[in-house]
């Protein structure tokens, strides 16, 4: 399973290296990222994304590769429960509403730890 996934600071030096590897001095900007402290990418589409770059860095005339990320899916439906308690600790209304979050997973917990133990089902321990 290790191999099924590419980390992005790995996503970031495959796609370099690939829009340099004509001419080391082509210049190489990537967006759409900025948010993410970490992330994982499926790695055949990593492969499929590097060869693309290569082959556009193939062409002679081009001196500059942007690469731009947008999302498909950029938010999430979530329901939000507003209660107004009483006093005495019970519950006089609730009111329950819907919202569109963007929200980041897990890992942007978990990008500085050295040392994770994940008790979660399915066990994902290569983060």
Known sequence: MKYMHTRLPDFYSKI????KSRDPETEFEVSGL??????KLASLRVGRVEDEITEVAADEEIKKIKVQVFPLNP???????IKGIRGD????????????LSSPT???ALFDA???D???VGNRQNY
Do not use: L, N, P, Q
């Open 118 to 120: 994940d008790r979660t």
């Open 89 to 100: 600790g019970s519950c006089k209304k609730a009111v329950i509403e819907y919202m569109y």
């Open 106 to 108: 897990v890992e942007t």
């Open 16 to 19: 370099e290296a690939a829009a």
């Open 75 to 81: 938010e999430t439906s979530h329901y939000v429960v």
């Open 34 to 39: 900025e948010s993410f402290k970490t992330a």
């Open 114 to 116: 050295e040392e994770i």
